[in-house]
């Protein structure tokens, strides 16, 4: 949790959350790892 706050105090979704949760949906369980990896990345390069 205190990974995804801010000084707001608040945490934020975005849209690669959805994409994501999308993608979870519609895949085999044995590729979940690999596409919660990419959306961390992304998390990761997009918050700087």
Not at 15 to 34: E, G, I
């Amino acid at each position: 949790m205190a990974l995804t706050r801010f000084e707001g105090g608040a945490a934020f979704l975005w849209v690669a959350n959805a994409v994501l949760l999308a993608s979870l949906m519609t895949v085999p369980c044995r590729h979940w790892s690999v596409l919660v990896a990419v959306c961390w990345l992304a998390g990761a390069a997009a918050a700087g």
